[in-house]
């Protein structure tokens, strides 16, 4: 416990799902945290998961922002910064998946899962920045997606937007560390495979019955298999890894 002491964290669409995970964990290592949601219909959930880490000792607050909206992004950064002195940490963890067959999505579709998975992640980083580069500890990590390396049937929008974050991670790791640059940020991607929780449970069961039958491990990753991978890439044990990909998914892009 404690590795995260001290530090301001930024964690997008964390009211449930393994975002919800993180904020929990990032919490228990000791970091102070705004948690992003985007509908009102996750208003009482953000507001639990504040009391419950309160409960517990923690700093949080919840902030209500569209990562597709730069101004409403801008202000969270903000009051982020004004609450905890700065920021040091931010997680892009917001994102949806409609599954569905390209013939059959409307254009909407396409746009809503680009603009949320992919786009989104731009305009946090670009809001957080000023920020990060005042920062003694400054810290990316981004969610993509082990369908960002080998695709699926029916999730090709969405694998697409997360083979995105992967090439995005690898070019801003290479902006970020520059010789002659003043602050070094250290960006990162968590690729996991199907969890227990979140976006796993809205694909059919048809799907992930499949899906586990392929799996070396048999079975979807649980969040307490995958939060660790994101409180390693936030901590001081960390400082080896820029533009890197670490991968919770039960060996599923092994088997490629």
Request: net charge negative; with cysteine; charged share 20%.
């Amino acid at each position: 416990m404690g590795k995260l002491k001290g530090r301001a964290a930024v964690i997008t669409g964390s009211s449930q799902g393994i975002g919800e995970y993180i904020v929990k964990a990032f919490a228990k290592e000791g970091a102070k945290i705004c948690l992003n949601y985007v509908s009102d219909s996750s208003t009482v959930l953000a507001e639990a998961i504040v009391d419950e880490v309160r409960a517990a000792g923690g700093d949080i607050f919840c902030y209500q922002a569209d990562v597709r909206n730069p101004e409403q992004i801008r202000a969270m950064m903000k009051e982020t910064a004004d609450r905890f002195g700065g920021i040091d940490i931010l997680v892009n963890n917001a994102g949806l998946n409609l599954e569905g067959r390209i013939i059959d999505m409307e254009y909407e579709r396409i746009k809503l899962m680009l603009d949320v998975d992919l786009f989104g992640d731009f305009v946090a980083i670009k809001e957080a920045l000023p920020y990060l580069l005042k920062s003694d500890y400054p810290r990316i990590i981004n969610n993509a997606s082990q369908l960002a390396q080998k695709g699926a049937d029916t999730m090709s929008v969405y694998s697409a937007a997360k083979a995105g974050v992967l090439g995005m991670t690898r070019s801003l790791a290479r902006e970020f560390s520059k010789q002659g640059m003043d602050t070094k940020i250290l960006i990162n991607t968590v690729a996991p495979g199907a969890v227990t929780v979140g976006q796993s449970k809205t694909v059919s069961q048809e799907y992930v019955r499949w899906l586990e039958s392929t799996l070396p491990l048999g079975r979807m990753v649980t969040p307490e298999e995958v939060t660790p991978c994101f409180v390693f890439l936030a901590s001081d044990e960390c400082t080896g890894f820029i533009g890197q990909t670490l991968c919770p998914n039960s060996g599923d892009t092994m088997v490629y």
